[in-house]
């Protein structure tokens, strides 16, 4: 019988402001709502044969030596053909972003990818083409018409898979890097919300 590994991810949260209007296409169309809450993935989930303590003290390390990035997000965009997901893309913090997923990807954490990473949060996915339709043109009326959304992510969060419907969050690691430029005061979010543990 083959041995089973963890289901390990790293990802950014999103401030709350950006939560609610997020979880107000997510709640209608991605099957994922209620199973975390609105986030950036940083490492997409891969299976990993390690200690939870090993997962942690190797994302511990990048973090400490990972400045805070600044995000604005972009346009909402759409993975269809290839998949049927809606997401808002990153205008600001992609090429930071990709740097870190390529330490967190080596290592312990190497795993399968599927695709190419692009930073983004995902609004919608598992789409039929009417749905994609729908959730792109609700997506677009929610952010694009709205003032630039933008922050500073200043600490990661492992999350696991325990079963089918339930993630859980680990404690969250600071970037603990000399921080980027500041975000002024009245653009600045609110604190970021912690993935949510809830079953379907």
């Known amino acids: 019988m083959r041995r089973r590994g963890r289901i390990i991810g790293v990802v950014l949260t999103v401030p709350a ?37 090993r997962v942690r003290a190797s994302v511990a390390r990048v973090a400490k030596a990972t400045r805070p990035i600044s995000i604005v997000l972009g346009r909402i965009r759409t993975f269809s053909p290839v998949m049927p997901v809606v997401f808002a893309s990153l205008k600001r913090g992609v090429a930071p972003l990709g ?8 290592g312990v954490l190497r795993g399968h990818e599927a695709f190419p990473y692009v930073p983004h949060l995902t609004l919608g996915q598992s789409l039929d083409p009417a749905r994609l339709r729908r959730a792109l043109a609700l997506s ?16 990661l969060i492992v999350v696991e898979r325990v079963s089918e419907e339930v993630w859980i969050p680990h404690p969250p690691f600071p970037l603990d890097g000399v921080r980027t430029e500041k975000i002024p005061t009245h653009s600045r979010a609110s604190p970021a919300p912690k993935p949510r543990r809830r079953k379907a």
């Open 99 to 106: 740097k870190l997923h390529g330490q967190l990807a080596s």
């Open 140 to 155: 677009r009326r929610i952010f694009e018409q709205r003032p630039e959304k933008r922050w500073s992510a200043d600490h």
């Open 17 to 53: 402001e950006i939560s609610l209007l997020a979880n107000r296409i997510r709640r209608e169309y991605d099957p994922n709502f209620t199973r975390i809450g609105p986030h950036v993935t940083v490492l997409p989930p891969r299976e990993v044969f390690q200690t939870r303590r």
